[in-house]
């Protein structure tokens, strides 16, 4: 099924000047980056795109971390693009994360583990309105021997 999830480089990616490289791994893979947005979060939004996570006691630092700097927000598309991105990114504890992922190739600490990803079709629909308009989300074609999309 074509699926889209919302994606976001946390601002160390940003701060580490990995942009470039955390989309081509993306890009390579033949997905659709479809929306596109550098964003400073405030409080509000981190607290509530972390919504889940309030109780934990992790919750001010995580808040803290995702607010000190812009962030680079996307809405990616592809067939199973949710779970596919999930392998992408890998564990949530760099440490754990396997090499060829983007958190165990690129992070070292849970802390400042580089990206985001949405977990399951109700959070990315979720996610991908609190960060986006839709006049913002670009749904082209693409054009290409091997990629053909709706
Ligand atoms: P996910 O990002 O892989 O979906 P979640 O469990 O949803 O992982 O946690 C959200 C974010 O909170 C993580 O990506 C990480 O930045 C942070 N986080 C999760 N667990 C811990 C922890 O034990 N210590 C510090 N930060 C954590
Ligand atoms: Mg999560």
Do not use: W
């Not at 997905?31 to 795109?49: G, N, P, R, S, W």
């Not at 996570?53 to 990616?76: N, R």
């Amino acid at each position: 099924m074509i699926q889209k999830s919302f994606v976001m480089m946390k601002p160390d990616a940003v701060q580490r000047r990995l942009m470039g490289k955390i989309f081509s791994r993306f890009e390579d893979k033949g997905l659709q980056v479809i929306a596109v947005k550098l964003i400073q979060i405030d409080e509000d939004l981190a607290k509530t795109h972390y919504g889940e996570h309030a109780e934990k006691p992790f919750f001010p630092s995580l808040v803290e971390y995702i607010t000190s700097s812009p962030s680079l927000a996307m809405v990616i598309k592809g067939e199973e693009v949710i779970s596919t991105i999930r392998k992408i990114v890998g564990a949530t504890n760099p440490l754990e994360a396997d090499l060829g992922t983007i958190r165990g190739d690129f992070a070292m600490d849970m802390g400042r583990n580089i990206i985001h990803a949405s977990d399951s079709p109700a959070s990315a629909e979720r996610e991908i309105g609190l960060f986006f308009d839709e006049d913002e989300i670009c749904d082209y074609k693409i054009i290409d021997n091997n990629l053909i999309y709706e």
